[in-house]
């Protein structure tokens, strides 16, 4: 069994400011982790994700997140916040080739200028 | 690729009548998602298909909700009849094996009136 919680379902910054948004999952097996991101009317799409390679990984836009298997914990960061990342984030967790996605509640990031 | 391909956008329609979402996956993409989103309820997962095999569809809310992929290349998501409350952005999504990076589509707006 998986499952994910994502910490503060609102989270506001500043332009310019550190975007830090927090993930947590549990897993049975070594898993993979995602971030998806959803702008207004528009369907998710993928950030990143970890897959047993290396434990920091890049992504699009500036976002990086880093895979703490102590911490059981996937947190996305990105240094400077632009009023363009604005948007619902989600992270999610799936045991590979055996069982599918389970997605937390979503982060919705506000940027303020 | 042009990605998954969801019709229509948007759908209005009464109460009592019968609705249908239709779905094109990502060419050689095995697994088959369909999902809802609410302001209420968030994302869920009603249905996933593998290789058009119905595996897991727990989360289909009543049996006013079917869902069916005749090929691989298509599927559809049937309200009948629809209500109210089944108000939402429906999503539908891809990927190439379970557990994999999901490609979303554009989603369909559904207002039951």
């Known amino acids: 069994a998986q499952s994910v919680t994502q910490l503060g379902s609102h989270v506001s910054v500043s332009e310019g400011a550190l975007v830090l948004l927090r993930c947590n999952y549990s897993s049975s097996v070594p898993p993979y982790l995602f971030w998806y991101v959803q702008y207004p009317n528009q369907g998710l799409q993928l950030l990143l994700k970890?897959?047993?390679?290396?434990?920091l990984v890049k992504g699009i836009n500036g976002f990086e997140a880093e895979f703490k298997k102590s911490e059981t914990s996937f947190h996305l960061t990105k240094p400077s916040a632009h009023m363009s990342d604005a948007a619902e984030y989600f992270c999610?967790?799936?045991?590979?080739?055996?069982?599918?996605?389970?997605f937390g509640d979503g982060t919705t990031l506000t940027v303020k200028p | 690729d042009a990605g998954v391909i969801q019709s229509p956008r948007h759908e209005v329609t009464e109460m009592g009548q019968e609705v249908t979402l239709r779905c094109k996956p990502i060419s050689g993409h095995d697994y088959l998602f369909w999902y809802r989103q609410t302001m209420m309820r968030g994302l869920e997962l009603l249905i996933y298909?593998?290789?058009?095999?119905?595996?897991?569809d727990s989360g289909m809310p009543e049996d006013r909700f079917s869902a069916k992929m005749p090929n691989a290349s298509f599927s559809t998501l049937k309200i009948q009849p629809s209500e109210p409350r089944d108000s939402a952005v429906y999503f539908c999504?891809?990927?190439?094996?379970?557990?994999?990076?999901?490609?979303f589509g554009p989603g369909t707006r559904l207002t039951v009136t």
């Open positions: 970890y897959t047993s390679a290396a434990t």
């Open positions: 999610a967790v799936s045991p590979p080739n055996a069982g599918k996605s389970t």
């Open positions: 999504a891809s990927s190439r094996f379970i557990g994999d990076e999901q490609y």
């Open positions: 298909f593998n290789n058009n095999v119905p595996i897991d």
